[in-house]
């Protein structure tokens, strides 16, 4: 029987990306590298990061007429992760102008393209590949619609949802308990519950303002510090970061969440923990931040196990 497949509905972006070396004040004018144009979007860097650890990973999401979408489809299916279910949308693609300073921050301008109309068609497919889904990936750059009636078909299949609140939003309460496991950094964890995770205690509480709401489990990343992990069962445990010195900061965490479903819901290897998905993750998106770019910067599972095993 074939391993189950990751299925990633979101945003497939063309990023061009310059970098300073210090970001502009309002109204300054500053000289930047020459602009490169980079592949990239929340959604399709989850799903090239869960192709690259291993897992069967397909994409769900829209792409433009303009002479990106092409580029951006190949893109991700060199990859690995199937693109059979991208829509094709007259106008422009998703597009994202990203600044990077000299110590890999950065800054970034979201133009939403293609993205925006993300709807029924996407459902239809969502529908489809339920039946051979071990979990579903969504983040916060295509219509909120649209989101929750992937949660809602998710759902009503017993099949897990990742949810990546970025950028960050609000959430309905009537939503929580459709997300298995919900992954976001500290700026959205204040943002959505009000609680800034600085300390162990405000982690477990912010944590635990999720749970309480219905979802099953919470993923807190937090930079160069690791991540924290709880879940409704009472696990909970925090790891520390890999120390690397940064490049491109740009697609780490999406690095990290596909990574983390590859493992924990793709059938890839025989410990399929929490533990197991968050180490491996960590590790990835580790390895992501040495490199300029979003999916260009995503290792695969060969060299991740190369990094892991010689760094213990």
Known sequence: MSNPTIVVAGSINMDVVSRVDQFPRP?????????QYMPGGKGANQAVAAAQAGASTRMIGAVGTDGFGGQLLGAIEARGAAVAEVSVI????????????ET??????????????????????????????????????????????????????????????APAAKLDAAILPLID????????????????????ASLRSAAEWFLSGGIRAVIITLGADGCFYQDAGGESCRLQAYRLQPVDTTAAGDTFIGAYAAVRYGGITAD??????????T???????TKLGAQASIPAMADVLAFM???D
């Open 90 to 101: 007259e106008g422009a693609s998703g597009l994202a102008l990203i600044t990077v300073s």
């Open 283 to 289: 590790a990835a998106a580790a390895l992501s931040v």
């Open 181 to 200: 496991t919900i992954v976001l950094n500290e700026t959205e964890t204040e943002a959505i519950t009000g609680i800034a995770p600085e300390d162990d």
């Open 27 to 35: 109204g300054e004018t500053v000289h930047g590298s020459e602009a």
């Open 272 to 281: 399929a923990s929490p533990q197991a998905a968050l180490r491996y993750a």
């Open 309 to 311: 095993s010689s760094s």
């Open 104 to 165: 890999g921050e950065n800054q970034i301008v979201l133009c939403a393209g293609a993205n925006g109309k993300v709807a029924g068609t996407e459902i239809e497919a969502m529908e489809r590949l339920l039946g051979e889904a071990g979990a579903v990936l969504l983040q916060n750059e295509i219509p909120w619609s649209a989101n929750t009636s992937f949660m809602r078909k998710a759902s009503a299949a017993a099949v897990p949802v990742i949810y990546n609140p």
